[in-house]
């Protein structure tokens, strides 16, 4: 009974083996994405002997230089205490990091910094081959539990304590499968249980070797590879051969490494011809070399990852090939195929559509190469699975293929699109260069029904139907048409053009597509939607539905209820119609495949798409695609202090605790990434309570942002990932300096009011101050009020006597005047008497004559006149003659009458008389006195005169 049951598992693992090998046929066609890291990426040396995982999903390598770590956005490097090569890294689930290298051996924690720090057992060591010997490999038994060895002993160490295990052997290998310990060494294999190796019986007889390596196969089975490559299945009683495709490959080429990727995908590593993948059946699925990827054709280590893609630590670098990447890539090194326009699978087969002719390899053949199908060199520009039967159309005609047997439906080539007539199943449509072509099923065969003629030459590049059985047609240059058919099917009843006078945009190309069994118009314009009038409008219901996917270069509907939409800079996605009308949109950054413009075809083969490209095609296999992985989020790796926002670090902040930063270190750097390898992840982020950081950041590649001068206060870093919506959170705290602190505060409230205190009793006295200094100054102004006016009056008689002296003056001079013309004027009359007498003669009256003339010549010849007015000058002029006297004591009694005159400013003809000279005399007098005074040339005599 108990054998019963083991056969019936057994095929049961066979028949599970085969159907997940089915499903991954398609996907065998194509390589998965291959990402090399050179030693210029991660800053070490080359060589990568050994691959581990954290349980944070980080990468460690044991590399030539040290420990090297990747977590999806940095690469860091940690060296041994003597700078050691590090052969091997192994993990435990309490994160901690074996390793192993010369004389050495430890872990490696992370603090609560973020700094990877190394304890070593080396000093708990005392074996004397250990300060010798280089360690090879770790395995972890359970926590802080390990088992190591180098090339000749076998060590344990459990919670610090190493102990030797045994020194009697070569070693080459240590494993841990599902809880069991195997040692590997050149006696055979061992299992190591209960603090004891113990023999396991066969594993000598491997065709006279001991194995190499040992790994998982199927359940309780194990793999085991002998080092000429030899390969046995082990099921605790027994190893059997496994004589496979996989080890002829390993016997040519030998084996360095061997893992078990997932329950049906198996790797192997050789010396020189890289990495193969194979299935449990041994049959090679893929090659990994340096001709489609692989960094270098030797892989001194492997490591399938929690996501079970594929790292491969090299002879030159570090290679990650992306297993579980949904999108692989089949590329047409050769140039046989060239350009891919479209793709259909037909019983097993993918056949392929291109410029060379019609191509087909078998899926369930992965050795298979592409071979051209019956000689057909001529380009194939179309082809379709319709009615049980292949259709292809090339530029000899319109071919089906039915089995195995190939008929030429017409002679009427160049097709670009082929649809079965959704009203009548019974009609094929072939939208080609010449038109549009119907073709007829009749009596079980397929045959040319008519090619529709129309007023206008309708060259059709794509088409579909709407629910009334009209045909929409995309012309190659003028627009869509709409076109209603007879219902015999051989010619076209009526034909409307839309265009941009129908509301369509006027420039990209315009494609057709269903929603609801209705008709829309789609370029990078957005998509249209026929009105009740008949033009075409936005279709505003998807706008909101779609976003920025409204603006799709293309959408394919062919495969409902899913849409894939191309867009502008050939970027793809994916969009599904939930049942309750919303959608659930896959958004892919992959661009490194080129659909063909105007070709760009997807076809579905069970959960597998194939995508038409410009050198080939791509695969998209569904079941690849994860949604929503909840165990992954962004990780903090650290907040670095910086010194004058300079990215020079001067101290580290634990990432788990909500540290508080002095207000001089208010400039930090934190970094972030995520430990998810299979597609390329875009970060965004944000700064709570951060004045320009409140909203989330657009969307970048960048794994690291810089904050400088950061004011005082409570922030929390949030970061997230375009692959779910996990936030991951950093709070942190920036301290005020001491004058804003809360002591500081109060200090300065108390400050104030002791300040408010003084200043109003300081004000107090003031007022009282300036009340008795407005009572001192009121009195003073009184004071000085009083002097004032009495000095007015006094300025007022002073005035009052300027004037009356400068009155006094003037009647002086009116005076002078009036004497000099009463003598001219005597001196007239007795002139006029003289003649009067000496006319009269005789008889004229002498004696009265010369009473009358005597009387005038006393008049005019009296000095009194003069003398008189030198006294009124002394009077208004007082003491102006011996003021200018003494400052001048050389003037002339003349000099000093002239001056008088001019004191009194009189002029020049006034003062002729007065002195009995003439004018001219008068202005000699002058000039002669200016000398005496010594005057400029530029001062006023008169001038002068008056400020004596």
């Not at 108990?2 to 065998?28: H, N």
């Not at 079941?623 to 989020?633: C, F, G, L, R, T």
């Not at 605790?657 to 208010?666: C, E, G, K």
């Not at 505060?745 to 002791?754: N, P, Q, R, S, T």
Request: aromatic residues 12%; proline residues 3%.
């Amino acid at each position: 009974m108990k054998t019963v049951l083991k056969v019936w598992v057994f095929f049961l693992i066979i028949f599970k083996i085969q159907g997940v090998a089915y499903a991954q046929e398609l996907q065998q066609l194509a390589m998965p994405k291959i990402q090399h890291y050179s030693r210029a990426d991660y800053n070490a040396y080359n060589q990568n002997w050994s691959v581990a995982q954290g349980a944070d999903g980080t990468m460690y390598f044991a590399n030539s230089k040290g420990l090297l770590s990747y977590n999806g956005s940095q690469w860091q490097v940690n060296e041994l205490p003597m700078r050691q090569v590090v052969r091997t890294v192994a993990t435990d689930n309490q994160g901690r990091i074996f390793t192993g290298g010369y004389a050495e051996v430890g872990y490696w924690k992370k603090e609560r910094f973020g700094k990877l720090i190394y304890h070593s057992y080396a000093n708990n060591i005392s074996h004397p081959n250990f300060k010798q010997e280089e360690i090879w490999n770790i395995a972890v038994i359970g926590d802080d539990e390990i088992i190591f060895q180098s090339l000749t002993t076998l060590y344990h160490a459990k919670n610090g304590v190493v102990k030797v295990v045994s020194t009697q052997h070569p070693f080459s290998n240590v494993k841990v499968i599902n809880g069991q310990v195997f040692v590997l060494a050149d006696d055979g294999l061992y299992e190591y249980k209960n603090n004891k190796l113990a023999f396991i019986a066969g594993s000598t007889a491997l065709n006279g070797q001991a194995p190499d390596e040992l790994i998982p196969y199927a359940l309780d089975q194990l793999l085991a590879i002998t080092a000429r490559g030899d390969m046995f299945i082990y099921n605790h009683e027994q190893f059997k051969p496994f004589i496979s495709e996989t080890q002829s490959f390993l016997r040519e080429h030998g084996i360095l490494r061997a893992l078990r990727i997932d329950e049906n995908r198996f790797a192997f590593s050789s010396m020189h011809k890289g990495v193969i993948i194979s299935d449990g059946f041994g049959r090679i699925i893929q090659k990994l070399d340096l001709h489609n990827g692989l960094g270098s054709n030797t892989a001194l280590s492997l490591f399938a990852d929690r996501d079970a893609d594929l790292w491969v630590g090299l002879e030159g670098g570090i290679s990650t090939v992306l297993l579980q990447a949904p999108f692989s890539q089949y590329k047409d090194s050769e140039g046989l195929l060239g350009i891919v326009y479209s793709a259909a699978v037909y019983r097993d087969v993918l056949y392929l559509a291109t410029p060379n002719g019609l191509f087909a390899r078998n899926i369930t053949e992965p050795a298979q190469s592409f071979k051209r199908i019956n000689n057909i060199s001529d380009p194939v520009t179309s082809i379709e699975v319709l009615d049980g039967s292949l259709f292809f159309s090339s530029t000899t005609g319109m071919y089906q293929m039915e089995g195995d047997k190939l008929n030429r439906v017409s002679n009427i080539g160049v097709g670009w699109v082929i649809k079965q007539y959704t009203s009548n199943p019974d009609y094929i449509i072939q939208g080609s260069y010449h038109g549009l072509i119907v073709y007829r099923k009749q009596q079980g065969k397929w045959a040319l029904h008519a090619m529709l003629k129309s007023a206008q030459w309708l060259p059709a590049r794509d088409l579909d139907f709407d629910k009334h059985g009209n045909i929409w047609m995309k012309h190659l240059y003028s627009g869509i048409y709409k076109i209603t058919l007879s219902t015999d099917m051989r010619s076209i009843l009526k034909t409307e053009l839309f265009n941009e006078r129908s509301g369509l945009p006027n420039t990209g190309k315009l494609n057709i597509f269903k929603y609801n069994n209705g008709i829309r118009i789609s370029n990078s314009k957005g998509i249209y939607m026929q009105a009740a009038n008949g033009r075409f409008v936005p279709d505003n219901m998807l706008k909101k539905k779609l976003g920025p996917y409204f603006y799709s270069k293309r959408i394919i509907s062919a495969y409902q209820p899913e849409w894939w939409m191309v867009m502008d800079d050939n970027s793809i996605a994916r969009l599904k119609w939930l049942p309750n009308g919303k959608t659930e949109i896959d958004r892919f950054k992959q661009r490194n495949f080129y659909l063909l413009n105007d070709f760009e075809h997807i076809r579905k083969f069970q959960s597998n798409y194939i995508f038409c490209t410009e050198d080939g095609f791509s695969l998209y296999d569904e079941s690849k695609m994860i949604h929503n992985p909840v165990n992954n989020a962004p990780v903090i790796n650290e907040v670095n202090v910086l010194q004058n926002s300079v990215y020079n670090p001067v101290n580290k902040f634990d990432t788990t605790a909500r540290p508080r930063l002095h207000y001089d270190h208010n400039n930090i750097a934190i970094s972030w990434g995520m430990p998810m390898f299979a597609s390329q992840k875009l970060y965004s982020y944000r700064v709570k309570a951060m004045a320009g950081h409140e909203q989330w950041s657009a969307w970048s590649a960048a794994y690291q942002k810089q904050f400088d001068n950061i004011s005082p206060g409570s922030y929390i870093f949030q970061v997230r990932t375009d692959i779910n919506q996990r936030v991951t959170s950093f709070s942190f705290e920036v301290l005020p300096p001491w004058y804003f602190t809360i002591w500081a505060k109060i200090a300065y409230v108390g400050a104030l009011v002791y300040l408010g205190v003084f200043l109003y009793r300081t004000h107090k006295l003031k007022l009282a101050e300036q009340k008795k200094q407005m009572e001192l100054d009121l009195e003073r102004r009184m004071q000085q009020e009083r002097k004032d006016h009495e000095h007015s009056i006094m300025l007022g008689e002073q005035q009052k006597l300027a004037q009356q002296v400068a009155l006094n003056s003037r009647n002086l001079a009116n005076s002078s005047l009036n004497l000099i013309e009463k003598k001219e004027f005597l001196n007239k009359v007795k002139s006029a008497l003289a003649k009067i007498k000496e006319e009269a003669g005789a008889g004229f009256p002498v004696d009265r004559y010369n009473r009358l003339v005597k009387m005038i010549s006393m008049q005019t010849s009296s000095d009194n006149d003069l003398q008189l007015f030198d006294e009124s000058f002394e009077q208004v002029h007082n003491e102006f003659f011996k003021r200018l006297l003494q400052a001048y004591p050389d003037l002339a009694p003349h000099d000093l009458k002239l001056a008088a005159y001019l004191k009194m400013n009189l002029s020049t003809k006034e003062i002729a008389p007065l002195l009995k000279i003439t004018p001219r005399g008068v202005e000699i007098k002058r000039y002669r006195l200016r000398k005496r005074l010594k005057l400029n040339s530029d001062q006023n005599l008169i001038e002068f005169m008056m400020s004596v």
